[in-house]
């Protein structure tokens, strides 16, 4: 009996032997070059395999010499619906790619990077007294909804951007109104210069149409001179073929990255992402002057869903300097981090568990098969995907091995799977860290050009940009590893999930770590101070860590504080300091944890090996929201007012054991100090409705002609200042209340007055 459940287990297995050995092959064989499992003659190498360096190797980056060794490669390698040895995990995981030709080889760096200093912004507020976008490193903008400039607040409103003479208070107006026919999602602010971008719906209804067959997104990009904020004028405007990921403005240029994914049956003689100025194609010819000329990279690993990221370099200032990019093909973004000087990529890649089953395969069943049998199999792998699909490839595979399985008496079948039982266990036990590698590819940035500068890897994945950082030529990084279970470790046991902290030198070689911290939670904000860096895990209660990276060669843990809930989001205060908003949290009745309302702290870090909280100010109950949680542009705080607003969309329970209605929806003002924190008050904008567009029709709340629920107040979505007077911005309205009691002094509703309004931007 026990042997007859041995033989039924192998079987199952041998189901999906076919994946296993098929994505073997794939993997090995996916450019028609070596991989990591193949000898230099081509056949499978009989001797142990190095799983670790094979996958190392794959995230080094290669140059495309010119656009025929791109076309070649794309139409050779990369087949629709293939797939390699990675395991998906999730939409915002993973990019990766496939070997090239003998002339093409790994990418040094020989750039060095400068940095432009910002325009002066106009400010009529005396001494600079007012707030501009809360970023992660100064000196480093990021794009936004709202822009101010101590004179001027510049807002989108849907399809709408409004120009405002918001300083003094009192004659606060609208100067100028913009509305696009396309969708604005994100704008910049330099001196005189105003730039836009967002989704480019119209260039299908032109005569662009004819060169963009693709139906791909466009980005739009447009610069307006406002040097008259009565009257901006478009000056420049670029359309950039991909979706917008992510941009950041150093100086006179900005730092854009979008992906386009690669469609093998659409493309054209090029089918590298267009880029078209003023509606008119750039060329790709590298001999023409402003031309589209890309440098090309690429990556040792086979691919999923292939796009092209591009990185690109939009000039602000000159209206004659031309972009410059690269152009990388991978499989996909997770995260961006930007210094000065460098531009951080990084994506998760992950090592399914078949990838170890591939190998311990090859080295039990390969070797037993006939002569004749090796040499198919190994003809199979070599096919390129352009005439064997992987799927083909992993059925004819599938069916030599399993022909070779059949011809086995059942005591040896029962001794194969043993035999590749216990060698898993022995593999397992050395590529845990594998299955789950962050992979940073580092870009050089600064006076427009952009340059690929290296390449490394640590465990585990990246929560947001926050959880990196550069400081004094080190770049550090925060991961969790992921909860895993595998049956080859012992018996069932799960893997809990912990955090790590790396330090890696600009070389992007590793020389400093903390693993294993908190075992069984995951991270949920982290915040780089200078020498120091602070992690917050939950699962069950909020503890603080704090590190000291003051030696990169030898980060340590200094401290550590638990308290109930967590922090999304940590922000510091001067170097003693630090604020967290984010969740309370309780243990639940029954067991588990139940979040609750909003909670925003005051933690004092200046003795590091005991870090304590100060104060903390809940706000609501379960159900409460602010956009500041996944936003941090969205967190205002001045420490020379000693102030924080933050929009709060607040929920509060009506009974026992009952998920509450929302009570309060604007944002709410906190007075901060040394001692903790205070509820100043809360701002509201006027009610709207969601049923009648523009102002509640007269008698409609009296006669109650419409359900309540579609009149409220809007959601703010963020705050500002200038001087005394504290800005709020929804949708519908910018309104001004006084910093010292919140008294309402203006408010301007964001809409269309009259037909021509509106100045119209396709």
Known sequence: MQNDQKLLAGLLAVGVLGVILAGYFLSMDNAGTKGPWVSDSGKISNGKVDIATGLKNQSVAKKFKNYDELRDFLDEKISVGSSGF???????????????AESSGPVAANKSA??????????????????????????????????????????????NLFIIDAYPAEGAKILSKIEFKSYPQ?????????????????????QTRMIAPRGTSYTFVKIFDISLRQSPKQIRTWDLEGNYYSSRMI??????????YYYPLLDGPVPLPRILEDEQELSFDPQVKGCNCPDMFYFDIPYHQPQFTSIISIPVVSDSESIDSDVYLLDNTQNMYVSENNLYLAYTKYLNEYELEMEVWREVIYPKLSGKSKTRVDEIAATSDGILSPEEKRQKVFAIVERHRMSLPESEQIILFEEVDRRMKVKYADIQKELEKTVIHKVAIGGGKVEYSGVGEVSGYVLNQFSMDEYNGYFRIATTRSPQWRQWQDQGVEFQSYSNMYVLDSNMSVVGSVEKLAPD?????????????????????????????????????LGKLKIPGFSNYLHPWGKDYLIGFGKDAQEGELGGVKTG????????????????????????????????????????????????VVPVSIYEKMGANQWGNMTFQGAVAVDISELGLTLKGKVTHPKISNFFPGPIPMGVMEKRMIMPDYVQN???????????????????????????????????RLEKEKEDDFEVIP
């Open 521 to 557: 939670e995951q991270i949920y904000s982290v915040r780089f101070m200078g020498d120091r860096a602070y992690m917050v895990t939950f699962k069950r209660t909020d503890p603080l860590f704090a590190l000291d990276l003051s030696d990169p060669r030898n980060p340590k843990v």
């Open 597 to 644: 309302g909003l909670k925003l702290s005051l933690f004092d870090v200046r003795n590091i090996t005991n870090p304590r909280e100060v104060d903390n100010l809940i706000l609501g109950d379960s159900g409460s929201y602010s956009e500041a949680l996944s936003d941090h542009k969205a967190f205002l705080f001045s420490p020379e007012k000693k102030l924080i």
């Open 186 to 206: 994100d704008i910049y602010i330099h001196g005189d210069r105003l730039v836009v971008f967002g989704v480019n719906n119209e260039i299908y209804s032109t």
């Open 251 to 260: 100086g006179d240029h900005i730092y854009m990255v979008l992906s386009q």
């Open 114 to 159: 400068t940095v432009g200093q910002a325009a002066p912004a106009p400010s009529d507020a005396e001494d600079g007294d007012y707030s501009t976008t809360n970023v992660q490193v100064e000196g480093v903008d990021e794009a936004d909804i709202i822009k101010n400039d101590g004179k001027y607040i510049y807002a989108l409103s849907g399809n």
């Open 86 to 100: 990675y395991g998906r995990g999730g939409m915002e995981r993973i990019f990766s790619m496939d070997s090239m």
């Open 714 to 748: 809007p959601a703010i979505r963020r705050s500002l200042y200038i001087e005394n007077t504290l800005y709020t911005f929804s949708d519908s309205h910018l309104q001004l209340n006084s910093i010292s009691d919140l008294s309402t002094q203006k408010t301007i």
